[in-house]
């Protein structure tokens, strides 16, 4: 009856996963600070047609080493500031 009742090792609690999107940046005139702009295609509820929108994040970036134009990823992290909820974990690809 006791090893019935042994507890089984449960693992600990998993948080949600955090957002990964990529984009480029359209303004780095901030300090530690980035504004990027991630493009999805979505599909027109009415008329079928891909349509692209664009959302822009603005994303903490430690070392102000991304410069407009370049393709980086960011992640979705703790409030930062007002606006701020998103930092930059690397970038894929430097402006020409």
């Known amino acids: ?46 008329y079928g047609k891909i349509v692209r929108k664009t959302t822009k994040f603005k994303a903490h970036d430690e070392e102000n080493s991304c410069n407009e134009g370049d393709i980086v990823e960011i992640m979705e992290t703790r409030p930062l500031s007002k606006e701020k909820c998103w930092r930059v974990v690397r970038i894929l690809e430097r402006a020409k």
């Open 1 to 46: 009856m006791a090893d019935e009742q042994m507890q089984q090792p449960t693992a600990p609690p998993q948080r949600g996963r955090r957002k990964v999107r990529q984009g480029k940046v359209v303004s780095n005139k901030m300090d530690k600070t980035v504004v990027v702009a991630v493009e999805r295609r979505v599909r027109h509820p009415l």
